[in-house]
C-alpha cells in the first residue's frame, strides 16, 4: 500500500500494481519505444518526442559523457519492450552537486498507481549517491500540467521560480527544486 497527497492535501491509499526493476543502460530497441509511451501521454508536442529521441540515442552512443542518465522502469513481469515509465536526468554543467530531471515519463495506462513517485524517489537515491546534493525539474504552467506541478510538491519538491512567458506568450517555466540530504 501507499499512502498519496493530492495538491488539495488529501491523503489517499491505493496499492502498486507489482514490483519493479530498474535498467540503467538503453539499447537502440529502446528508443522507439521511449517515444512511443512518451508521445502517448497526450502532454508533450512532436518536438519533445523528438528530444527523446536525441537523448536517448545521445545516452546509449556516448554513455555518461552524454550528460544524460537514463532510468527504463520494468514491472518484472513484462520485458523491456513494455516499460511503466523512464526518467532521464543529468548533472548540470558547471554547477556542484546540481542536476536536472529533465523528464519522468510514466506510460499512460500505468498512470495513477504511484510509479512516478517509485520513478522519482530512484533518481533522488541515484544522485544522492553520487554526492548530488540539489534537483531542479523545469515544468510549464499550462492548466495541462497542474497534476504534473501537483506531483512534484506531493513528492518533495518546491517551486523556486518561474520564468514569464518562457515556453510562449503565457506560458511560463516553473521551476521545482529539491535538496537532498
Same mark, same amino acid.
Given at each position: ?62 554513455? #555518461?559523457? =552524454? @550528460? !544524460?542518465?537514463?532510468?527504463?522502469? &520494468?514491472?518484472?513481469?513484462? +520485458? ?45 537515491s541515484r544522485i544522492r549517491n553520487t554526492g548530488g546534493r540539489k534537483i531542479f525539474?523545469?515544468?510549464?504552467s499550462r492548466a495541462q500540467y497542474s ?5 512534484? #510538491?506531493? =513528492? @518533495? !519538491?518546491?517551486?523556486?521560480?518561474? &520564468?514569464?512567458?518562457?515556453? +510562449? ?13
Amino acid at each position: 500500500m501507499q499512502t498519496k497527497l493530492d495538491c488539495a492535501g488529501t491523503v489517499t491509499t491505493e496499492s502498486f500494481q507489482c514490483d519493479v526493476i530498474f535498467l540503467t543502460e538503453l539499447v537502440p530497441d529502446d528508443v522507439k519505444t521511449l517515444c512511443k509511451i512518451t508521445a502517448q501521454t497526450g502532454f508533450f508536442s512532436k518536438e519533445e518526442v523528438l528530444i527523446v529521441d536525441e537523448l536517448a540515442r545521445a545516452s546509449i552512443s556516448e554513455g #555518461e559523457k =552524454s @550528460g !544524460y542518465h537514463f532510468l527504463l522502469v &520494468l514491472p518484472e513481469n513484462r +520485458d523491456r519492450m513494455h516499460p511503466l515509465g523512464f526518467a532521464c536526468y543529468g548533472p548540470i554543467p558547471g554547477s556542484v552537486g546540481s542536476w536536472d530531471l529533465y523528464w519522468i515519463v510514466v506510460n499512460r495506462e500505468d498512470q495513477g498507481h504511484g510509479y512516478g513517485k517509485k520513478i522519482a524517489t530512484e533518481v533522488e537515491s541515484r544522485i544522492r549517491n553520487t554526492g548530488g546534493r540539489k534537483i531542479f525539474v523545469e515544468t510549464s504552467s499550462r492548466a495541462q500540467y497542474s497534476s504534473t506541478r501537483c506531483f512534484y #510538491e506531493a =513528492s @518533495g !519538491y518546491k517551486p523556486e521560480t518561474r &520564468l514569464l512567458d518562457y515556453y +510562449d506568450l503565457g506560458e511560463d517555466c516553473v521551476i521545482f527544486t529539491k535538496e537532498l540530504n
